[in-house]
């Protein structure tokens, strides 16, 4: 990762917050690391799904708690 890159211990410029968070996902729960934007209303969701690093970029007015406990990847 980029020296710059925004963590948990420096957000850099375009974060306004980055930190974990237990989301539950259909099948597992997982801990995501979640990045809050200062122009973009959006979020970033990461997390670790088995061996497959997922991101969600995600309005989480409309792909809050009840989407992400949908969400599975079974068949990968």
């Keep these: 990762m980029s020296p710059g890159y925004p963590n948990i211990d420096n957000f ?3 974060c306004k917050a ?3 968070k237990k ?3 259909r099948d597992q ?3 995501a690391m979640i990045y809050e934007y200062n122009a973009d209303k959006r979020d970033s969701t990461i997390f670790l799904y088995e061996n497959l690093l997922v ?3 995600n309005d989480p007015e409309i792909w809050g708690t009840d989407w992400f406990s949908t969400l599975s990847f079974g068949g990968f």
């Design 23 to 25: 989301v539950r996902l």
């Design 55 to 57: 991101e969600v970029r």
């Design 12 to 14: 850099g410029k375009q």
């Design 18 to 20: 980055v930190y974990n």
């Design 29 to 31: 729960d997982v801990t």
